[in-house]
């Protein structure tokens, strides 16, 4: 009998052992899951509380946010990374996609102004004094072909170098005549230097001389002719008034070809080189797109717009295109293979540009990745990403937010996106 209630008494301390073992482990996992939910603010990471209620800090209400059980708080803390429900997921729209190789271009946008081309102007001047006998152009806009008649211009300097030409090529043949060698030597020089100074100071052309010894007939006046093809755009002259030497009379520009200076950032001057085709559209002329080419880079930026000029040619043979028009001008950069992510899932923070990448089930770490190119829809990735990873093209800031409640010791939201600071002993040794 003693030893049944020995029995008894050891099987009713192992019961209540083994019940109170159980209710221990019972109120661990009510504890656990209970520390689980927690309620923080999501404009303010750093605000806390394990019962609902409103942030001290802007008012709004606070969240219910279940911590993730993926993996353990260091590990993801080693890794950056960031872990979502599958119902955040949801809720935020994330989508992922894989990086690729994409065929890239690039579009450069500029304004610019219409300009004449340079090489194809001449101003046509008064070479000597004297006065507008006639005008044969008399307006501005006219267009005139090269060597059609411009003006007549009378001068007493003409009619007397014209006289002493024509007495020197008399005593010429009259040295000649008498087989005089050494008068005929002078007289040689003294022609050559009256018909220099026809040519040269009066402008008269070769055919004009032949045809004064010919007739050795005295003109009071010479007429100018057009040096180009092209539109009168400057007339400054009328018939009658009285010149100086070297005075402005007419400026004529060949529309046929045009200059375009447009102006391009210095981010994408790199892009830039000479050969490079060029499309521009005018408000005169809608739906038209004229085409050109880059001829020049200015070597120099404007420091106040970040600037340089490029200049472009263009074909005008209709003169639709008129000098001091605005375009609008578009530069095709080469189209390239190259890794490619949406243009959506890239996250500058300012200091860094990161991506979030895919590397588990619902959850995501950051990266950091250098830019190259951009189109309408894509970036050129040159460092930082794989080809066949999968990257949020949408959702990434809403993970980016939830990178900062996973790891509220930061003060910073931002702190997975930040360089690591280099330790102080190693700051020195490179210095």
């Given at each position: 009998?003693?030893?049944?209630?020995?029995?008894?008494?050891?099987?009713?301390?192992?019961?209540?052992a083994?019940?109170?073992?159980?209710?221990?482990?019972?109120?661990?996992?009510?504890?656990?899951?209970?520390?689980?939910?927690?309620?923080?603010?999501?404009?303010?990471?750093?605000?806390?509380?394990?019962?609902?209620?409103?942030?001290?800090?802007?008012?709004?209400?606070?969240?219910?946010?279940?911590?993730?059980?993926?993996?353990?708080?260091?590990?993801?803390?080693?890794?950056?990374?960031?872990?979502?429900?599958?119902?955040?997921?949801?809720?935020?729209n994330?989508?992922?996609?894989?990086?690729?190789?994409?065929?890239?271009?690039?579009?450069?946008?500029?304004?610019?102004?219409?300009d004449?081309?340079?090489?194809?102007?001449?101003?046509?001047?008064?070479?000597?004094?004297?006065?507008?006998?006639?005008?044969?152009?008399?307006?501005?806009?006219?267009?005139v072909?090269?060597?059609?008649?411009?003006?007549?211009?009378?001068?007493?300097?003409?009619?007397?170098?014209?006289?002493?030409?024509?007495?020197?090529?008399?005593?010429?043949?009259?040295?000649?005549?008498?087989?005089?060698?050494?008068?005929?030597?002078?007289?040689?020089?003294?022609?050559?230097?009256?018909?220099?100074?026809?040519?040269?100071?009066?402008?008269?052309?070769?055919?004009q001389?032949?045809?004064?010894?010919?007739?050795?007939?005295?003109?009071?006046?010479?007429?100018?002719?057009?040096?180009?093809?092209?539109?009168?755009?400057?007339?400054?002259?009328?018939?009658?008034?009285?010149?100086?030497?070297?005075?402005?009379?007419?400026?004529?520009?060949?529309l046929?070809?045009?200059?375009?200076?447009?102006?391009?950032?210095?981010?994408?001057?790199?892009?830039?080189?000479?050969?490079?085709?060029?499309?521009?559209?005018?408000?005169?002329?809608?739906?038209?797109?004229?085409?050109?080419?880059?001829?020049?880079?200015?070597?120099?930026?404007?420091?106040?717009?970040?600037?340089?000029?490029?200049?472009?040619?263009?074909?005008?043979p209709?003169?639709?295109?008129?000098?001091?028009?605005?375009?609008?001008?578009?530069?095709?950069?080469?189209?390239?293979?190259?890794l490619?992510?949406?243009?959506?899932?890239?996250?500058?923070?300012?200091k860094?540009?990161?991506?979030?990448?895919?590397?588990?089930?619902?959850?995501?770490?950051p990266r950091?990745?250098?830019?190259?190119?951009?189109?309408?829809?894509?970036?050129?990735?040159?460092?930082?990403?794989?080809?066949?990873?999968?990257?949020?093209?949408?959702?990434?800031?809403?993970?980016?937010?939830?990178?900062?409640?996973?790891?509220?010791?930061?003060?910073?939201?931002?702190?997975?996106?930040?360089?690591?600071?280099?330790?102080?002993?190693?700051?020195?040794?490179?210095?």
């Amino acid at each position: 009998m003693k030893s049944l209630k020995i029995v008894l008494f050891f099987l009713a301390v192992f019961l209540a052992a083994g019940c109170s073992s159980k209710s221990q482990e019972e109120t661990k996992a009510a504890a656990k899951e209970t520390a689980k939910e927690i309620y923080t603010c999501p404009m303010h990471p750093s605000v806390v509380s394990d019962k609902p209620g409103a942030c001290p800090v802007c008012g709004m209400a606070l969240v219910r946010k279940t911590a993730a059980t993926e993996m353990k708080k260091d590990e993801m803390q080693s890794l950056q990374a960031v872990s979502l429900s599958p119902s955040q997921r949801v809720l935020a729209n994330i989508s992922v996609e894989e990086v690729m190789r994409r065929s890239m271009s690039k579009t450069i946008e500029a304004v610019g102004v219409i300009d004449v081309a340079e090489p194809l102007q001449a101003s046509v001047s008064a070479r000597f004094r004297g006065r507008i006998e006639k005008l044969h152009v008399d307006y501005t806009g006219e267009r005139v072909k090269q060597g059609q008649q411009l003006f007549d211009l009378y001068s007493p300097d003409l009619i007397s170098a014209q006289q002493d030409f024509l007495i020197a090529a008399t005593a010429l043949d009259n040295a000649r005549k008498t087989g005089n060698s050494t008068s005929e030597e002078v007289q040689e020089r003294l022609l050559a230097a009256s018909r220099e100074r026809l040519s040269v100071h009066f402008g008269m052309r070769d055919a004009q001389i032949a045809e004064l010894v010919r007739s050795q007939h005295i003109k009071n006046a010479l007429t100018f002719l057009s040096p180009i093809r092209g539109t009168i755009v400057q007339k400054q002259v009328q018939e009658g008034q009285y010149v100086d030497e070297g005075m402005l009379l007419y400026q004529v520009v060949d529309l046929s070809k045009l200059w375009i200076y447009v102006d391009v950032y210095e981010k994408d001057l790199r892009f830039i080189h000479v050969g490079q085709e060029v499309h521009i559209t005018n408000q005169a002329f809608p739906g038209r797109t004229f085409h050109g080419k880059v001829t020049f880079v200015d070597p120099v930026v404007n420091s106040e717009t970040r600037t340089a000029r490029v200049r472009t040619e263009f074909d005008n043979p209709d003169g639709s295109l008129k000098p001091n028009m605005f375009v609008s001008a578009r530069i095709e950069v080469s189209k390239r293979e190259a890794l490619a992510v949406p243009i959506s899932a890239v996250l500058s923070t300012g200091k860094r540009t990161v991506v979030w990448v895919e590397v588990g089930q619902n959850m995501f770490e950051p990266r950091d990745i250098r830019l190259g190119i951009s189109s309408d829809s894509h970036y050129e990735i040159l460092k930082g990403l794989n080809e066949g990873e999968r990257v949020a093209t949408t959702g990434g800031f809403l993970i980016d937010s939830e990178s900062a409640l996973q790891q509220p010791s930061s003060a910073d939201p931002h702190a997975g996106h930040s360089a690591p600071a280099k330790p102080k002993e190693e700051k020195e040794h490179r210095h």
